[in-house]
């Protein structure tokens, strides 16, 4: 199975200022088809997960252009440019390459 | 709207069985792979299951695989997890979602506790 590791564990950010997530996966998620099958969902407190980025960089319909995703291979990082009280939740992301689909263990997202 | 409804969750013993449900509105459901993925409480999201868009194909994770069991019901816009021999490590909140890795929408999620 790939594994996915996301670093760090948990941040804690003042409104307004930028966070950056880092995701690495134990295997190329470049397939043949070109795509790079790298997501990104956000569990927001009490509530089920949201898919925020697909193929890496593409933000998925309705989520805001402060949310960023990059990277290739087995380097991800997803970024938000400035981080807004409702952006509190665990992060993860996940590989769509290959059966199963395995996520990260999650980064906490808390405002200061 | 496009909505996901899961059911069937509760208290079972180990070794007992548990048949989920998730009922789909707002979208062609015949048309969709469909997925379960479950969060044992305090922890992280894990695949647990998928089923291609007639049924023809289904993929679980290891640790299920001979006692769970996918089915969907695509007259009735319905998605099924039959789980047999169930283990306490299994107890979890169950989401059935939209899609093969794009998920969305997602359901609520229904509660699994399996204890003795």
């Known amino acids: 199975d790939i594994v996915m590791t996301q670093t760090p564990f948990s941040l804690s950010v003042t409104p307004g200022q930028p966070a950056s997530i880092s995701c690495k996966s134990s295997q190329s998620l470049l397939h043949s088809d070109g795509k790079t099958y790298l997501y990104w969902y956000l569990q927001k407190p009490g509530q089920s997960p949201q898919l925020l980025i697909y193929e890496v960089s593409s933000r998925f319909s309705g989520v805001p252009d402060r949310f960023s995703g990059s990277g290739s291979g087995t380097d991800f990082t997803l970024q938000i440019s400035r981080v807004e009280a409702e952006d509190v939740g665990r992060y993860y992301c996940m590989q769509g390459i290959q059966l199963p689909r395995t996520f990260g263990q999650g980064t906490r997202v808390e405002i200061k | 709207e496009v909505q996901l409804v899961e059911s069937g969750g509760g208290l079972v013993q180990p070794g007992g069985s548990l048949r989920l449900s998730c009922a789909a509105s707002g979208f062609t459901f015949s048309t969709y792979w469909m997925t379960w993925v479950r969060q044992a409480p305090g922890k992280g999201l894990e695949w647990v299951a998928n089923?291609?868009?007639?049924?023809?194909?289904?993929y679980y994770v290891d640790s299920v695989k001979g006692r769970f069991t996918i089915s969907r019901d695509n007259a009735d816009n319905s998605l099924f997890l039959q789980m047999n021999s169930l283990r306490v490590e299994d107890t979890a909140v169950y989401y059935c979602?939209?899609?093969?890795?794009?998920?969305?929408?997602w359901g609520q999620g229904t509660l699994v506790t399996v204890s003795s």
């Open positions: 979602t939209r899609g093969v890795t794009m998920f969305d929408p």
């Open positions: 089923i291609k868009e007639d049924g023809s194909q289904k």
